[in-house]
């Protein structure tokens, strides 16, 4: 195990000059990161699609299951994260993991991956805080009619107001996810508690043994793996505060400790509270008929009877989402900084540079606010195809944490080049759980680009499949017309006196070992 004297030496060693200013504690990196995954707001938002498909039964135990699946890939992530706290994240482990033949074309293609996943990530969070307030508004004024243009307008505003408080209020991003973390967990009480306090209660049959296929499937389980999906998305999104690793104190140890227990209380969180939603339902057809377009809405407003407790519960909600913005793309731009620092976009110089004023990325946080903005324009058009690019979100994220965890699973094997494991490791627990990540990876990859159901048509179509490779294949184009002339994988910056090989190509990572505590 390698014990770094410095969050410098750490970064060294992975080859990198310390470019952004450190600000982000532990209390700071688990707010982001629990805010961030917001389980629990997110299954507010979309554990109705589970219930068509699945029911009561695939939620429940989807959420087991998922959490468990999430802590493997936290953990495997984890460990990496530790040898190497760096922005890059996943296409920087991709390369140092990778055979040296690969090296870069799988670095490009898994830079491309996490990318597209995480500004699909952000313009769905937008959609989702924009509808929202449209089902709020629908619930309290009866003459609203919710326009899509609305929609868009909303998400480009909200857009905006993340952007500006990831540039000019740069200095209070670490406070505001600290409290975003802190509403996060206090709004769960409180609307839990309400709904306990105030619902009628559906019996332990209809959330423990009931089994819905109203998806047309011939198969039970195929309907009861596609409930699974909304526990997925709830749940990913784990590597966001490894993207603020340049910028954390005792990052080999902090950025690990934060990605574990945000999950543990976001899964623990979100299992109690779809346990309280699922009894709370007594009404099936009030709570999916909901004009609101948010069934979790009628879900408030049966439980508590009130329509004031219902819009202020959903506020609750739509905040702790909007605070969820402001870490996500914190987290996307840090990332678009880190591959064009290492050339792997298009005018790599404009997005890797570093603006004095309050050292940050900004050009890479107005690119997202941009590509946000112009994606927000096809929902005026047509929501499918809205939801067609969405739809990339989960697929992109759980692509990224299986390619760079196959491959740091097959090196733990290599006896010329051993693994130099970071002060968090999970010892021989390690290949396991690597393992349980890639399974529960393979098994969501696999389903996530299934229908929700049949027969298929155009409004139902799931396009996350054919966006996802036609995606991957103008980056593997790109890559052979003209990337692979200027991406060589992580560029090495410094040489780590640390450093206990130097490979042929200055742009390859080398091995490192990094300095031994006094």
């Known amino acids: 195990m390698t014990v770094y004297t410095s969050d410098a030496a750490a970064l060294e060693a992975a080859g990198k000059k310390q470019v952004l200013k450190r600000e982000w504690n532990f209390w700071a990196l688990l707010g982001m990161s629990a805010t961030t995954l917001c389980t629990w707001e997110a299954t507010s938002a979309l554990f109705a699609g589970a219930y068509t498909n699945g029911g009561p039964a695939s939620v429940v135990y989807g959420f087991i299951v998922s959490v468990f699946g999430t802590l493997c890939i936290a953990g495997s992530l984890a460990e990496m994260a530790s040898i190497s706290p760096i922005a890059g994240a996943q296409y920087h482990w991709s390369a140092e993991h990778s055979p040296i033949k690969w090296r870069s074309l799988i670095s490009y293609i898994q830079g491309w991956i996490t990318i597209t996943g995480w500004v699909a990530a952000v313009a769905s969070v937008c959609y989702l805080i924009a509808t929202m307030i449209q089902g709020v508004a629908i619930l309290n004024y009866t003459g609203y009619q919710a326009e899509r243009w609305h929609a868009t307008l909303i998400m480009i505003a909200f857009a905006g107001i993340a952007a500006l408080g990831n540039t000019f209020g740069k200095k209070l991003l670490p406070l505001w996810e600290t409290l975003g973390g802190i509403l996060h967990v206090l709004f769960f009480f409180i609307v839990m508690i309400a709904i306990l306090a105030t619902s009628d209660k559906a019996s332990n049959h209809e959330v423990w043994g009931t089994l819905i296929n109203d998806g047309g499937w011939s198969s039970d389980g195929v309907s009861f793996c596609l409930g699974f999906l909304t526990p997925a998305f709830a749940l990913a999104g784990v590597d966001a505060v490894v993207h603020m690793s340049e910028e954390a104190y005792d990052a080999p140890l902090n950025v690990p400790r934060a990605m574990i227990w945000s999950v543990v209380i976001n899964g623990t969180a979100a299992f109690a509270y779809i346990l309280t939603i699922l009894y709370a339902i007594t009404d099936t057809d009030a709570v999916f008929e909901t004009p609101t377009g948010y069934p979790i809405i ?124 970071g002060p968090w490791t999970m010892g021989k627990f390690g290949l396991a759980i690597n393992i349980l990540s890639l399974m529960f990876c393979v098994f969501l990859i696999i389903f996530l680009p299934f229908p929700p159901m049949l027969p298929v048509i155009g409004q139902n179509m799931n396009y996350a499949s054919p966006v996802f490779v036609g995606v991957m294949v103008i980056a593997a184009v790109n890559y052979f017309l003209r990337a692979r002339k200027r991406f060589h994988g992580p560029i090495k910056e410094v040489t780590s006196e640390t450093s206990s090989e130097h490979l042929d190509h200055e742009s390859v990572i080398p091995e490192k070992q990094a300095p031994q505590s006094a």
């Open 298 to 421: 009628a879900v408030f407003l049966q439980a508590t009877k009130s329509q004031k407790a219902a819009t202020a519960m959903m506020t609750a909600v739509i905040l702790v989402f909007s605070m969820n913005l402001f870490g996500c793309m914190a987290s996307v731009s840090r990332l678009i900084w880190a591959f064009s620092r290492d050339r792997g976009l298009p005018f790599s110089g404009f997005f890797s540079h570093i603006t004095a004023w309050n050292k940050c990325p900004t050009n890479s946080v107005l690119a997202i606010f941009i590509s946000v903005s112009l994606l927000s324009l096809i929902n005026i058009g047509s929501t499918t195809a809205f939801n067609a690019l969405i739809s990339l979100t989960t697929l992109g994220f759980y692509f990224s944490y299986a390619i760079p965890t196959v491959l740091f699973a097959m090196r733990r094997f290599s006896v010329e080049n051993p693994i130099r494991f």
